[in-house]
């Protein structure tokens, strides 16, 4: 084990004013970009969003595609891959985080949960096309 002193993890409180107008603001400019995008490029726009969201949360993501399906902007396909990228580039920023802050043992840990994880996600998205 190394001395080396632990980073500050600690957390804010999420029912704060600036946490949650931070949230929102993020999931405003998630739900615009993914919008433009999508009006500009096809469902290809959306997963361009969909991705820098799932570096943060899948929340907004999820949120902003539902918006647009119940709107009849996207269908159900293209909302579901948007979700499932964000899901996918999400786990693999929390499994790097993990390794980088920790060490390898968690990370190989986890790993075989995430691989399911993912193997179950493609097979559903698979089965829904």
Known sequence: MS?????????????????????????????????????????????????????????????SVGQMVGDLVEGAAVAGLAVFVAAAVNQVTKLGLLWALDSRSPALKVLPAYALMALVGIGAALALR
Not at 3 to 16: G, H, Y
Not at 53 to 60: E, I, K, Y
């Open 3 to 63: 001395d080396a002193p632990l980073p500050d993890l600690s957390t804010q409180n999420a029912l704060e004013l600036a946490t949650t107008v931070q949230v929102a603001m993020f999931l405003a400019a998630v739900l615009l970009a993914g919008g433009f995008l999508a009006d500009r490029s096809g469902y290809a726009g959306l997963l361009v969003p969909a991705a820098i969201s799932g570096l943060v949360d899948v929340d907004a993501i999820t949120l």
